[in-house]
């Protein structure tokens, strides 16, 4: 059992991190207030040191190290968020840092975690495999692992964020958390527990990677089924057995999000909050965009970090703009003929979608001699709009498909 994480131990955890971490702002949300009826406020960790909260339990892990151990140096292993904060914590300290990474990882948080100072290795496909690695190391070396999240001291400095919540957002009746190993999660509740008790505390995780409902129901941490999720921030295959001591001790409420909630999600925060969060930052937003009814009063998402590849980036909001409607992918078949494509281009800019790209299949086994399958993508102003344009298209005598 983890001895209980007391008021004392956050406060002390926050005078540490003094110069450190950020007291990172909240903002008012009011097109989500719209949804749920009631305030909501964003806690912006996005803008913390190195993009995410991970800076706040690795540096308060690394502090409390003895210097004969400070001196063998730290190992980490890391999906990105992590692996940043380490590297930060071990340049502050003046400790020697390595971290395992998995060979995918995003290439800017691996360049940001060099960039801090550390040494990357890129290993396996997944953080599982990161993290079996580091283990290695630590045993081949004597240098210290740094767990993401099974930690106490790693729990602690995580939990720091409630104290801000505490003050920032005095009347909050709901903190959305998103989800991985349990850290992040189980400081916060811990912290609110003390201060807030009336405060409901929710994790969120990622339907597709999501470990811990079958592991509260089961009585322990058992693995997720599967691990395929554009949110690898909170792609974590089990529960950490500290984080899901305390979770399951104060009775935390889990929830699941599909990707197709978070891509809304982001893009909801980047289109009208203006902030750039990653996929695993916003599984808050989602949980509360998929059910607002299911929180009444002041609601805080947790933004955990905004640490996104440009490339998944591109891909998330056109996954995003598909799933909120506002992107139509469609084939219509055409006669080969003449002005027939102009034709049908024509009456797509007649219904007001932009076309973004067109594409031909002549040859197909299902196809007649005299058709031409044209695929087209639109961008559209929202779910109607592609319901009309596709109604117009069919009106006109057009054969369509939705893809």
């Not at 040191?49 to 210097?67: D, E, N, Q």
């Not at 801090?116 to 290993?123: P, T």
Request: glycine residues 10%; charged residues 20%.
């Amino acid at each position: 059992m983890t001895a209980p994480l007391t008021l004392a131990d956050f406060r002390a955890a926050a005078e540490l991190l003094t110069g450190i971490a950020d007291r990172t702002p909240v903002e008012r949300s009011r097109a989500l207030g719209q949804l749920t009826g009631g305030d909501v406020w964003l806690k912006c960790e996005n803008l913390q040191r190195t993009g995410s909260f991970k800076i706040r339990g690795a540096y308060v892990r690394m502090s409390r190290l003895s210097p004969e151990e400070k001196a063998r140096g730290v190992v980490a292993a890391s999906a990105g968020n992590h692996a940043q904060g380490v590297a930060l914590a071990a340049r502050e300290l003046g400790i020697s840092a390595v971290v395992y990474m998995p060979a995918d990882a995003a290439l800017p948080k691996v360049a940001a975690t060099r960039g801090y100072g550390a040494e990357v290795r890129l290993v396996g496909a997944s953080l599982d495999e990161a993290l079996l690695a580091a283990r290695a190391e630590c045993t081949r070396t004597g240098a210290v692992l740094i767990h993401p999240f099974d930690h106490r001291d790693i729990v602690i400095g995580q939990g720091t964020l409630g104290l801000e919540l505490a003050e920032q957002v005095p009347d909050m009746a709901t903190v959305l958390v998103p989800l991985g190993g349990g850290g992040f999660a189980a400081g916060i509740a811990s912290a609110l527990h003390e201060l807030r008790p009336d405060v409901r505390v929710v994790g969120v995780q990622a339907a597709s990677a999501a470990a811990y409902p079958a592991s509260l129901a089961a009585g322990h941490p058992v693995a997720a089924a599967s691990m395929h999720t554009m949110a690898d921030g909170i792609a974590v295959g089990t529960p950490g057995d500290v984080p899901f001591e305390i979770l399951g001790r104060l009775d935390i409420e889990v929830r699941t999000v599909t990707e197709e909630d978070l891509s809304r999600a982001l893009l909801f925060v980047a289109e009208r909050a203006k902030l750039l969060v990653e996929p695993s930052g916003v599984a808050g937003v989602a949980a509360l965009m998929a059910d607002p009814e299911a929180f009444p009063g002041t609601v805080v998402p947790v933004l955990s970090g905004g640490n996104i590849d440009p490339i998944l980036l591109l891909r998330v909001v056109r996954h995003g703009l598909t799933s909120a409607g506002r992107y139509l992918q469609l084939r219509v078949l055409i006669e080969d003929r003449p002005g027939a494509l102009a034709a049908l281009l024509a009456h797509l800019a007649s219904s007001g979608g932009n076309v973004m790209h067109v594409g031909h299949v002549r040859t197909a086994v299902d196809l007649g001699i005299g058709d031409v399958e044209i695929a087209v993508q639109l961008e559209t102003k929202g779910p109607e709009h592609c319901e009309q344009v596709v109604a117009d298209l069919r009106t006109a005598g057009y054969r369509v498909t939705l893809n």
